[in-house]
């Protein structure tokens, strides 16, 4: 059944694209059947129907066609109630591999008049419904475990209803391209790497604790050094900070790939991820070097955003001249688990 | 210190969480219960009616309280308590009265382990149910509305039960279900006239089916009729083609009894009558039409003589009229009647049948005729006879005779002397066959009340009537009404003038009573009840075809039913439909500015055509009209981008409004 599924899903979307832009639910692209809940409904107006006829009882008949009629009805109110929906997508923040993305979603209502039960679904998860106001709109969080590094997509989300007696479900299947960017998952036991004096990299600087300028607190980020949250604040309640060293003294720091001489891709990016995350909240100016790519040694956040995109991003080719800039894609699309927002 | 990504496996799939029913999905849904059993409470015991009311009280409780729902083993306690009380009270599991009350206990008990949806939708089946079995005991006007709203109520509760429409407050649901039930009405009305209806029954009925209505029984015994004429309801009711019998000419023929034991009229098994017609008419046929209220026995009424055959039907020698199937709907047939007609020759049979008596009893009887015979001999002076001693001794005609004992017929005769018309009819046949003229009881009604409003004829249960036949050469069976001997009034008037204790008649059956304004009320209102009966309630298989039929289509059979049916629905769909898209249009700016601008382009002699896109005829415009091009290019690109384009910018809308307003064909 759920193989059918799958397929039916393929043959109706096929000619559907990812879309960069709102997607308006149209005539064309809702689909409705009956719920469990449907057909047993309908094998209660069967059951009445016989009943009628056995019992020659007129009012039996004008009543299971009267439920019968409002069955009917509510196939078009289920229609009416996604017919004109626009849906939108913001994409996610960057997150780490093994962290939960956050795809948030927006439902738009044109119409004067508000929209009830209306979910969002990702694939093998229950769907998360909210109610739209009259011309308004209502935002929906689709949470995707980021299982690996590169650009995650939800793949085909399902807008649904079952509005308004629970017989019927109308869907529709919109798909965006907007992507969530997952960094390598931050992992890895070495220390630093020494700097190095030269032209290449730093020298190794004096690491006394004492030459370390105190220079202010700063969020929470993971891969922080568990010695340098601000515990004594954290105490008194409200979110976890880091107190922060800047220490110009020090030379620059070269993470560099050619340094991890240890197995194979991920375990490499997984202890780069952590090094640039080390090196940030230490307050050292580092720079990233990968096959095929330098990134000069710098501070901050958008440098560490751009160390980390370029690790997400990065494809291993041994003859680096075949190098390829495609971005790492998960096959399947991955579970989603949704919450409205 | 855990950290999120720390975390190995996947996290675990957890089985969906139970949604559980709201507050206000639990009140609608217990008000809807509460209201579909209500019309029933009387007729269900006393225990369970106090049981159904203390467990929604319960429920009721736990939702305001918030308690918890009572432990397992309670509920079936009393689950089994009252599937074993349901079975004492009715000595079966199965049949109406008990099947009705199995499922209000159950529903009651379900109510209390209701906590999610799945519960909630079970209940509200059981409630459509429930509401269902209602029609069991009654399909008149009130009940039906009130049943629909009860309907309304409950599939507002299943709306509720889905906590994700839960953002449906206050009176907002039941608004949406009013103006789903609203729609469905013209669907409901097509498919009950032209769904191809089925005879019933289709498997065997419980012997309870139809338990508790009033009517003729198969026998009579002194008592059985002045009973029944204590009830005002409505037997029957008869539209007449031509002109109306007058009183004294309307006896509604229902079954005929021949065997006496002594206390007690009852009617043998009569064979079918091969003959279609035994009889000679003497005068012009009545043609009318019965609409009988249903009365869980087989047999038609018909002015004496009937001289047709509805459907389904078949006649005896003695001209009863008996159905197939006991008449458990409201029925209705056409009749054709000779008021005055002469019978063919005494069978064997009917002799035998006609001068049967018990071999000993009422010898006081029996001797009186004796002596009326050495008079005079001839069948027709013993009638006489009989009948002046009804008229000349005292014999009072009462809803309240004294008990007889013993030879009834003697003691009726010569001791009580007062009686309703079962014990003249009874005496008189007895007088008859001791005096070796063959005669029968015939039991039905006698009279009715005309419905001037209506144009129709109203027969009571108070109009239940019993009188005698005689057979006599060369005219066959004749029929005598002892009881008009006593009472002439009965036969003229109807019973309320011909009582001396009329005041022990219900006010539906006081014709020509008092209160005269109170009685046009009850009589407008019977008017609307005899529509109902007419039109909706007796419409089944044999009214449907008939009805289609004469719609002038040529005869209905159930293919040309369907299609017709497909059709009626098809059309519906389209108006519905085409009435959503002009709502539709109403709300939308952009299709708004887009009609207005082909309006004015037809009216120019450029009309879109139906299935032409916006560029399209753009096209074709720019072509006939180069001077528009422009202009016509503009309005139909935007209004391509913004239809059939993402999501319409608010800006553009109102661009696209300005230029439709500006342009000029």
Known sequence: MGALWRRFERWVTRGQRPSSEPVRLTRRRIYILPTAQGYAFATLLFLLFLWSINYSNSMGFAFTFLLAAVALNSMWQAHDNLLGLVVDSSGAEPVFAGQEARFVFRLDNPDPKPRYGVALQGRDQPPCYTDLPASGATVVTLTVLAERRGWLRTGRVRVLTRYPLGLLQAWSWVEFEQACLVYPQPRGRRPLPAALSGSTGAGLGDQGLGSEDYAGFRLYAPGDSPRRIAWKAATRGGPLLVKQFTDQARPELWLDWRLLGIDSVEPRLAQLCQWVLKAESEGRRYGLLLPGARIPPAQGDAHRRRCLEALALFTYAEDTSHRHETAVEPEEPARTRATAG | MKLPWSRKSRPERAPPPVELLTASALTWLLAALALGVAPQATELSVWLSVLFAALVGWRGLIVLRNWALPPRWLLLLVAVLAGAGVIVDHRTLFGRDAGVALLTAMTACKLLESRGLRDGVVLVFLGYLLVMSNLLYSQDIPQVVYLLAVILVMLTAQVLIHRQHAGLTALAPLRLT??????????????????????????????????????????????????????????????????????????????????????????????????????????????????????????????????????????????????????????????????????????????????????????????????????????????????????????????????????IVDDFLFRTRRGFCEHYAGAFVVLMRAGGVPARVVLGYQGGEMNALGGYLMVRQSDAHAWAEVWLEGRGWVRVDPTGAVAPNRVQQGLYAALSDAGLLPFLARRGGDSEWLRQLVLGWDILNNSWNEWVLAYGPDRQKEFLSGLGFGPADWTGMTVAMLIALGGFSVLYAGWRWRNRLARDPVARAWQRFCARLARRGLARGAAEGPLDFAGRVAAGRPELAAAVWEIARLYAALRYGPVAPPEQVRQLRRLTRRFQA
Do not use: C
């Open chain 2, 178 to 407: 009013g103006r789903m039930v609203l729609l469905a009405v013209p669907v409901m009305l097509i498919l009950f006239v032209l769904f191809p209806r089925i005879p019933g029954p289709l498997w065997g009925l419980p012997k309870d089916a139809y338990k508790g209505r009033t009517g003729l029984s198969e026998q009579m015994a002194p008592g059985t009729i002045s009973e029944l004429s204590q009830s005002g309801e409505v037997a029957f009711r008869v539209r007449f083609t031509g002109a109306i019998p007058p009183p004294n000419q309307r006896y509604w023929r229902g079954l005929v009894l021949w065997h006496f034991d002594g206390r007690r009229w009852t009617r043998p098994e009569e064979p079918p009558l091969n003959t279609p017609t035994p009889l000679t008419p003497e005068g012009a046929a009545v043609d009318y039409a019965v609409v009988l209220e249903p009365s869980n026995r087989s047999w038609l009424f018909a002015l004496d003589l009937p001289a047709r055959l509805p459907p389904h039907a078949r006649m005896t020698a003695s001209f009863q009229l008996l159905r197939d199937q006991p008449v458990n709907e409201v029925y209705r047939y056409e009749m054709r009647s000779y008021l005055a007609y002469r019978t063919g020759e005494l069978t064997a049979m009917e002799r035998s049948r006609g001068l049967q008596l018990p071999p000993r009893g009422n010898p006081r009887a029996r001797a009186l005729v004796a002596d009326w015979r050495q008079r005079d001999p001839r069948p027709e002076a013993l009638v006489r006879s009989a009948l002046t001693l009804f008229r000349e001794q005292p014999f009072y005609y009462t809803l309240t005779p004294p008990p007889l004992s013993g030879d």
